[in-house]
């Protein structure tokens, strides 16, 4: 379950990376869903970095599945601070 909402995490945040470079003049409410949503993948990914994985999960893929959330998460965090900074009229 975990792995599951891992991969769907990381692949509504490149969503939404690609909804921004695709139409990056309608972002206001998608805005706040892509705060929410790399808020929530950093969340998950602390909870996997404290966390161990179960008896049947591999280790290397628990590992990439922690690795590729925690990238996506940051920089979906710190794209958003620098779109809140360089274009305030987006919130």
Not at 10 to 20: A, G, K, S, T, V
Not at 59 to 67: D, S
């Amino acid at each position: 379950m975990r792995r599951v909402i891992s991969v769907l995490l990381i692949l509504m945040q490149l969503l939404f990376f690609l909804n921004y470079l695709i139409n990056g003049s309608i972002m206001q409410l998608n805005l706040y869903l892509w705060i929410f949503t790399a808020l929530f993948g950093a969340l998950v990914s602390y909870r996997l970095w404290s966390n161990a994985p179960h008896m049947h999960e591999s280790e290397k893929l628990y590992m990439t599945m922690r690795i590729s959330l925690s990238v996506v998460s940051a920089a979906s965090i710190i794209f958003i601070l620098m779109l809140i900074i360089a274009r305030p009229y987006l919130l």
